[in-house]
């Protein structure tokens, strides 16, 4: 079976017998259309598998219909799972909206000449902002460009000048090591992000804070801030289990080095749980799903602190896409709670 030809603008408007500019305005929901004539182009367009060019939407609309992600191109950030969910999502809501994706790659250092050719070309409606450093000057820069912007994370600790979408971190790491120390635990390590990020930052202050309340001391040779991926779990853990006081539990950003610091463990005939707790920031990465085990009810391997990533990105999609259609409606901002899930990888420390 042959596929049905697509027609272009020119043929669907001599077949409806108006001008291009009329049927573009029908199609793009112009309130100057006459219904009666837009359901009579919609009607036909569907008929005839009409398809808009991106270029003749934007000259009837004045909009692009692209939105920019400009991802910072470095050994740390942002090429990762982690991104490729966000954007997963995040795609999803812009497909719904008839948008698509316009993909930068950038030192951070060269992010603000791509912020200001996109703007003065009008290449795009809106771009988000990722991976937020503490007092990012990104931010003044698409302020003063008058682009549409969200950031996903913050910069400050009130993110009052702009949009944006972030976990509570300092809540979920200092819920996470008051978990521990209550089960017991004394000597707890942090395999971090890497802290000159915002959310890294703040993961760091909510276990000092945990332990400072019970009047531990933070031990530098158990912090450790690196890129969240699973040889740097691994190297980190094999490092602090050689100390004459290793840690009995570890505090870890992302599930991704927690597999990681399991390897580290198995390689030392260790077990997560029974010899050394581990509890990770589970960002319910896609292609990876947490181990359960049976028994009538559902439990996750690790416990963790978790919180979508894919459900952020369609959040901040959907923010955007808002502040795109309405620029100077009053800025917004969300503050998620990261879900608390005991799993199968904490435990009350073993005597020594």
Avoid at 139 to 144: A, E, Y
Avoid at 157 to 180: C, I, P, T
Wanted: with cysteine; net charge negative; aromatic share 6%.
């Amino acid at each position: 079976m042959n596929a049905r030809k697509t027609v272009n603008l020119k043929t669907l408007s001599e077949t409806l017998g108006l001008s291009q500019t009329t049927v573009s305005r029908a199609l793009n929901g112009f309130p100057e259309v006459a219904e009666k004539t837009r359901a009579r182009v919609i009607e036909a367009a569907q008929r005839l598998n009409y398809r808009p060019s991106p270029s003749a939407a934007s000259l009837a609309t004045g909009k692009s219909r692209l939105i920019g992600h400009v991802v910072s191109l470095s050994e740390h950030i942002m090429i990762n799972p982690h991104f490729a969910d966000f954007i997963a999502g995040a795609g999803e809501t812009y497909a719904q909206a008839g948008y698509d994706i316009l993909l930068r790659l950038a030192p951070l250092e060269e992010q603000v000449r791509i912020y200001s050719n996109l703007a003065q070309d009008q290449r795009v409606d809106g771009v988000v902002v990722h991976g937020p450093q503490t007092s990012d000057s990104r931010i003044g820069i698409l302020n003063s460009l008058g682009l549409p912007f969200v950031v996903h994370g913050r910069c400050d600790e009130e993110g009052s000048d702009y949009s944006w979408m972030d976990v509570n971190n300092r809540r979920a790491f200092h819920r996470a090591a008051k978990f521990l120390l209550d089960l017991g635990h004394r000597r707890i390590a942090l395999v971090n992000g890497l802290e000159a990020m915002n959310f890294a930052h703040r993961r760091r202050q909510g276990y000092e804070i945990a332990l400072e309340e019970a009047g531990i001391a933070v031990d530098p040779a158990l912090l450790h801030s690196e890129d969240m991926v699973e040889p740097y779990g691994y190297r980190a853990t094999r490092e602090m289990m050689d100390l004459d006081d290793p840690p009995t539990a570890v505090l870890v950003a992302s599930v991704l080095p927690a597999l990681g610091v399991t390897r580290a463990l198995s390689d030392l005939g260790l077990r997560p749980g029974d010899d050394v707790s581990i509890i990770a920031f589970d960002d319910c990465l896609s292609f990876l799903q947490s181990g359960y085990r049976g028994g009538g009810r559902e439990i996750p391997y690790f416990t963790a602190m978790r919180s979508s990533i894919r459900e952020a990105g369609k959040r901040v999609a959907q923010m955007l896409l808002d502040r795109i259609e309405n620029p100077d409606a009053p800025l917004e901002s969300e503050l998620w709670e990261a879900d608390f899930v005991i799993g199968q990888t904490t435990a009350p420390p073993r005597r020594r």
